[in-house]
């Protein structure tokens, strides 16, 4: 039995195969321009192919992380913003691994949408190319998903994936070498990263301020790009360090959970973190979502990263050349408390933040 309808086509059912070829001819020269040793830089296969003893490894224990930019993807489709949300991308998995003591090696993007716009996906897999440039790792691959009927009109999702390695005997954190006494050395942050975007949507609702709007602290910047300042990516600067005798004993990102749940992450049962939060000033922007949206000092210090994007723990004879050679890399370095024994919580606080 024939159907006399008119013939049904994937492009008719949402799916452009032509646009998503588009696509991939638009990042290839972004692709290239991440090229390293050990790496392939050419896509389109079916897989990517990497060579350890090229990239110069002899012993290698291999450290995998993967994660996303969570909510602040509305932010960047709200503003109609897209070529930064990939340097967030690469940072929220790279960071991940450095902390670690690995150096990236390739990373692998995974981009859905409802509708495949090319030159917005090219927008975003370009951020995504310079945060790898920005990590020291190959972009060796990824996945382009069209999927009409999964996303609302305008609305995409990413995943990032990344591979890194260190030599075998030199992972972090070196938990026995950890004393009370340590220094804990705070790398600034670059503002909000890529955690509490869903309270941060919901402060800006309450703003009553619109993405193109000036932010009341700088009318030099819209509230968008404020917001959607990219996260610092911190992998070149700590590995210069490590590998220039810093003498760094342990580092933790702080994400999701920020001071409270990350900073205990890296320490034995036995020892906490002392945080002086008057070491630090936050930048403007935290400030703003504070008072707008009154929100409490514990609820700051466990939903955002309060200005600082990277803990660093060191001994007291190191502290001073881990410093400077964190500063000579381009840090903003300072000392924000110590290490003491544990008698209760992961990490205390002396004071309040300094707004």
């Not at 190319?129 to 609305?155: F, I, K, N, Q, V």
């Not at 890529?194 to 941060?200: A, D, I, K, R």
């Amino acid at each position: 039995m024939t159907d006399d309808r008119d013939p049904l086509t994937y492009r008719g059912a949402g799916v452009d195969i032509d646009a998503g070829n588009e696509m991939v001819r638009l990042i290839k020269p972004h692709v290239r321009s991440t090229l390293r040793k050990g790496a392939d830089g050419e896509i389109g296969g079916f897989g990517g192919l990497f060579d350890l003893k090229a990239a110069g490894f002899s012993d290698p224990i291999l450290v995998a992380a993967n994660d996303g930019v969570g909510t602040k993807l509305k932010v960047a489709i709200d503003a109609g913003l897209h070529d930064t949300v990939g340097i967030d991308l690469v940072a929220m998995c790279v960071n991940d691994l450095v902390v670690q003591g690995a150096e990236p090696l390739f990373f692998l993007d995974y981009y859905a949408t409802g509708h495949l716009k090319p030159d917005e996906g090219a927008a975003i897999v370009k951020g995504i190319a310079a945060g790898c440039r920005l990590a020291g790792c190959a972009l060796l691959g990824g996945e382009t998903a069209e999927m009409p009927g999964l996303y609302a009109e305008g609305d995409y999702d990413l995943a990032g994936f990344a591979v890194g390695a260190a030599e075998r005997g030199t992972l972090l954190p070196q938990t026995e070498a950890l004393v009370a006494g340590d220094v804990i050395l705070g790398l600034a942050s670059s503002g909000v990263h890529s955690n509490g975007y869903s309270l941060v949507r919901r402060i800006v609702e309450r703003s009553g301020l619109g993405y193109s709007d000036p932010v009341p602290f700088d009318n030099t910047r819209s509230l968008g790009t404020v917001l959607l300042e990219p996260t610092r990516i911190y992998v070149q600067s700590l590995l210069s360090a490590i590998r220039g005798g810093a003498g760094i004993k342990a580092l933790a990102h702080i994400t999701g959970g920020g001071f409270v749940d990350n900073i205990p992450r890296v320490l034995p049962d036995h020892l906490s973190a002392e945080i002086d939060l008057t070491a630090f000033k936050p930048q403007p922007v935290f400030s703003w979502l504070r008072a707008v949206g009154g929100v409490a000092t514990d609820e700051m210090l466990r939903t955002f990263n309060c200005g600082v994007g990277m803990i660093v723990v060191v001994s007291q004879a190191d502290a001073a050349t881990a410093s400077a050679l964190l500063q000579e890399a381009g840090e903003t370095v300072t000392v924000i408390g110590q290490i003491q024994p544990r008698h209760g919580e992961g990490v205390t606080f002396t004071s309040d933040l300094a707004f």
